[in-house]
């Protein structure tokens, strides 16, 4: 105890996220393209918009990447481009960030909520089967805390039954899935059409805000490229009804600067995971994060898991007890998230059952999500570890 007092007395203020670190690495690179930009004055549009994008298409491997303003965004426009009609439904997962179901909800679309798998923390393959009626047109997995959903389980449903898969990839840009013949895709890559956001505080994030729409599908992106732009696909001929979403092209200069170092910052995060890993594995009380089961998330050599989140789940249900104590301790941390969307008000749905969504409920009280990002260091590490270990047996 008294080590750890000393340690934390020394040592580097914890952060959830640390983006002023970061940047202070690259800052000499960033400061001056921002300021090529600021000379240019080819600030929407620009030259970098289109570098960025072209770099970001080779990295993952996709036909088409389009640009646009937000991560939900990007998930409107996705829905739009695939022509989704009032009253189709979408299944997606009740344990994720609202934007998913928002936008299903928005577009007058119906949203299906269905359960997640409480290893993975990812959509449930079973429940997507039970949750299909002749409504259903499109499923929506979130790649929840940086871990791709079991894709290939999700594209055979989605062949069966006729169904576009449009993958939330916010959490997951960089992420490698894996196919049970070995086969390796990049999460984003494999469903008819996915969405990012570049929120600062996303494994690839800007200064501000931005997003982009992956897709294989030559027609589709450019169906989606008339819709980011009014829905003009010749100049003031506007053949749909569309939106005004751009990446501005400072944030594309800074997300081309990043992007180059995705991969480093990705392991370095789960370099973090794999300590955090270690120190809680034989815990009674907390069940750590796992990836696939060949590599549990946290070896060398595989990029299943980009751990966007580092999220436990503390099965002696003093999870509240533990996130205020770390708070008094200076460890940030999050609930990600506290309310399964079936009981937000806005998505309350009369033919939901609370029997369908048993995993959801319990995960919403025992999760915490620890500090995660590219500039944790081994005191760092060391003390949350400590504090929560000492904590759980307490
Ligand atoms: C962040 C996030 C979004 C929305 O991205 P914004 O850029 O903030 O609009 C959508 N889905 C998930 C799962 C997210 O984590």
């Known amino acids: 105890m008294l080590m750890n007092f000393v340690n934390s007395f020394h040592m580097k203020k914890i952060q959830m996220v640390d983006l002023k670190g970061q940047y202070s690495k690259i800052k000499e690179e960033v400061d001056s393209s921002v300021l090529e930009v600021l000379e240019s004055t080819a600030y929407i549009n620009g030259p970098r918009v289109h570098e960025f994008q072209k770099n970001l298409e080779s990295y ?35 344990f994720t960030f609202a934007a998913t179901v928002e936008v299903i ?11 997640v798998d409480p290893v993975s923390f990812n ?30 389980a999700i594209m055979q449903i989605a062949n ?18 894996t196919y049970s013949n070995g086969k390796k895709a990049k999460a984003g890559t494999i469903g008819h059409v996915a969405s990012t956001s570049f929120f600062p505080s996303k494994n690839l994030g800007c200064y501000g805000d931005g997003g982009a729409i992956f897709t294989n599908d030559d ?36 997300l081309d600067i990043k992007l180059k170092k995705l991969d480093a910052y990705n392991r370095a995060r789960q370099k973090a995971a794999r300590a955090y890993n270690f120190a809680f594995k034989d815990q009674a009380n907390i069940i750590i994060p796992t990836g696939k089961d060949v590599c549990s998330g946290i070896c060398d050599t595989c990029d299943c898991h980009v751990f966007h989140q580092y999220t436990l789940r503390i ?34 749905d009369e033919r939901y059952n609370e029997d369908d969504f048993k995993v959801t409920n319990q995960l ?13 260091d081994d005191e760092q590490i060391e003390f949350i570890t400590t504090t929560v270990i000492n904590f759980v047996n307490s």
Do not use: W
Not at 316 to 343: F, T
């Open 315 to 348: 099965i002696n249900s003093n999870r509240d007890a533990l996130v205020k104590h770390l708070n008094e301790k200076g460890i940030p941390c999050g609930v990600y998230y506290p309310i399964p969307l079936h009981r937000q008000k806005a998505y309350l």
């Open 219 to 254: 027609d589709l992106a450019h169906t989606i490229r008339g819709i980011v732009n009014h829905g003009m696909y010749e100049r003031y001929h506007h053949d749909v009804v569309g939106v005004n979403s751009r990446l501005d092209s400072i944030q594309a200069a800074i």
């Open 364 to 376: 919403v009280k025992e999760v915490v999500s620890l500090p995660m990002h590219t500039e944790l």
């Open 60 to 94: 993952l491997g996709v036909k088409h990447v389009i640009p646009c303003a937000n991560g939900t965004d990007a998930l409107q426009i996705a829905m739009m481009g695939l022509g989704l009609k009032p009253g189709d439904e979408v299944i997606t997962a009740d």
């Open 123 to 152: 959509i449930d393959i079973d429940a997507i089967k039970r949750a299909i009626t002749p409504k259903t047109k499109a499923i929506v997995p979130v790649h929840l805390f940086g871990m791709c959903a079991n894709m290939e």
């Open 105 to 115: 909800a928005l577009l007058q679309l119906t949203p299906v909520l269905v359960d």
């Open 160 to 177: 069966d039954h006729n169904l576009f898969v449009i993958e939330d990839n916010a959490q997951a840009i960089g992420s490698t899935y």
